[in-house]
T-cell receptor, first 112, second 114 residues
Framework: DAKTTQPPSMDCAEGRAANLPCNHS???????VYWYRQIHSQGPQYIIH???NNETNEMASLIITEDRKSSTLILPHATLRDTAVYYC?????????????FGPGTRLSVLP | DAGITQSPRHKVTETGTPVTLRCHQT?????MYWYRQDPGHGLRLIHY???????DKGEVSDGYSVSRSKTEDFLLTLESATSSQTSVYFC?????????????FGDGTRLSIL
């Protein structure tokens, strides 16, 4: 069963903020939201993760709604190098090696 | 990403030959994973390791074996390669921590079985 729903594609103008939505309406209390991206021919790159509070790092911000049923990844000033497939993943806290399940993601195209 | 190196990066071989892919990480991470990525299927877990000599199967483990004799190295072996195993293979690692640590991926091995 798909745990997350993302739009298949989005466009963003270079220099503008890219806001990528993710729906995870069946998320459980101990499940974290992770975001990865994959640039063509490269391995998935970790971006950010969070449980219920908003998070920010040098790459992006993660906004999680109060009911935790959806989240938004924000790239504040998108560049052409941010063109990639972005994956939203929901996964529980664990102490052994459960894998990350990658869905089809959102293909973000940053346009000049 | 996070000191993960995969080798070789590209390989072409023939059906029926054995193939070993290597994953090396310098982060002293406890957990390591092998995935394959195919069009229309996304990333699928082949095997994973939760410590030296401790491994377990993922969702697409048939035809693959793994070994982990050292923390830093995780080997994936195709005993007798088939054309259906043509794919891009990614290795990942994760530290133990509190259980919410992300996986970090290598840049992949593109394997073609002719």
């Amino acid at each position: 069963d798909a745990k997350t729903t993302q739009p298949p594609s989005m466009d963003c103008a270079e220099g503008r903020a890219a806001n990528l939505p993710c729906n995870h309406s069946t998320i459980s209390g101990n499940e974290y939201v992770y975001w990865y991206r994959q640039i063509h021919s490269q391995g998935p790159q970790y971006i950010i993760h969070g449980l219920k509070n908003n998070e920010t790092n040098e790459m992006a911000s993660l906004i999680i709604t109060e009911d935790r049923k959806s989240s938004t990844l924000i790239l504040p000033h998108a560049t052409l190098r941010d063109t990639a497939v972005y994956y939203c993943i929901v996964r529980p806290l664990d102490n052994y090696g459960q894998n990350f399940v990658f869905g089809p993601g959102t293909r973000l195209s940053v346009l000049p | 990403d996070a000191g993960i190196t995969q080798s070789p990066r590209h390989k072409v071989t023939e059906t029926g030959t054995p193939v070993t892919l290597r994953c090396h990480q310098t982060e002293n991470h406890r957990y390591m994973y092998w995935y394959r990525q195919d069009p229309g299927h996304g990333l699928r877990l082949i095997h994973y390791s939760y410590g030296v000599k401790d491994t377990d199967k993922g969702e697409v483990s048939d035809g693959y074996s793994v070994s982990r004799s050292k923390t830093e190295d995780f080997l994936l072996t195709l005993e007798s390669a088939t054309s259906s195993q043509t794919s891009v293979y990614f290795c990942a690692s994760r530290e133990q921590g509190r259980g919410n640590q992300p996986q970090h991926f290598g840049d992949g091995t593109r394997l073609s079985i002719l």
